[in-house]
């Protein structure tokens, strides 16, 4: 088995008063690819949003590749890391959400070249070499000169992920990254992230609404109910056999067939 990657345990987190979070335990090797599924509201977005750092947490550990994300512990106390730790780790994942957040005024290259510049400081044509790269893997060779305004949606979506993708991540978060989609575009972000998972081994923790997507390139589907992990396995086996009266009611809304 490969390694362990990512290991989350007795995650809580709380807006104010609202626990969000309650106590959630995850373990995921190399080149798993998971799908979190599960109701609006049942904190999906809240937990990538934790391992990415975007979001403080109040309890719990997130430890990836070996590293303590986001706060240095000592006994029952903790401090959170510098921000320049947590800069260096928030960069050890990739995020993809559901708005693409491209600078309109750069193209679909400058985009992806944007982070290899500035973040890590690379050598023009070797940011122009590696960015080019990913374009062509999420099949947009020849498009790296177009402005966003210039794309589909699709498209744009496939120009955010392969920015992510240019900084060689350990991980790859993607959160509902094809729900802004118009119908006919869905299909082409999917493959794309298919063929990533397949052809380059990447680790993937991915929400996602559709349902034949999670079932079909899952290695392992995540339940969230209410702040918890309520079941998980094998999408083979939860999706005919839904263990959780929960579980069974949340496919029987959603579209899977
Ligand atoms: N910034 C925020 N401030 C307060 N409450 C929030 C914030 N973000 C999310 N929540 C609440 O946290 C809960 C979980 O949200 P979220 O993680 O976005 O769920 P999901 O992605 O599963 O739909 C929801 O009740 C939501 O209203
Ligand atoms: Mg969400």
Not at 156 to 168: D, F, L, P
Request: proline share 3%.
């Amino acid at each position: 088995m490969s390694k362990i990657l990512l290991e989350i345990q007795g995650l809580r987190k709380q807006y104010g008063t609202l626990e969000v979070l309650k106590g959630v335990d995850c373990t995921m090797r190399e080149g798993e690819v998971i799908s979190i599924i599960g109701s609006s509201g049942s904190g999906k977005t809240t937990m990538l949003r934790c391992i990415n750092m975007l979001e403080e947490f109040q309890g719990g550990h997130i430890r990836l590749a070996g590293e303590e994300i986001g706060y240095d512990h000592a006994g029952a106390t903790r401090k959170r890391k510098s921000e320049k730790d947590i800069a260096r780790q928030r960069a050890m994942t990739g995020m993809a959400f559901q708005q693409f957040n491209l600078f309109p005024h750069m193209t679909a290259l400058q985009n992806v070249m944007l982070g290899l510049l500035k973040v890590k400081k690379m050598p023009r044509d070797e940011a122009h070499a590696i960015a080019e790269k990913w374009l062509d893997r999420v099949g947009l060779a020849g498009r790296g000169g177009h402005y966003p305004g210039q794309l589909s949606g699709g498209q744009q979506q496939r120009v955010a992920i392969a920015r992510a993708i240019a900084m060689a991540p350990q991980l790859m978060l993607f959160d509902e990254v094809t729900s802004a989609l118009d119908p006919e575009l869905v299909g082409e972000v999917l493959q794309v992230i298919k063929g990533l998972a397949a052809a380059d081994g990447m680790s993937m923790l991915l929400v996602t609404h559709e349902m034949r997507f999670a079932y079909d390139v899952s290695t392992r589907v995540i339940f969230m109910n209410q702040g918890v992990i309520c079941e998980e396995g094998d999408p083979k086996e939860m999706f005919v056999n839904p263990k959780t009266e929960r579980l069974a009611e949340f496919l029987k809304t959603s579209s899977f067939t």
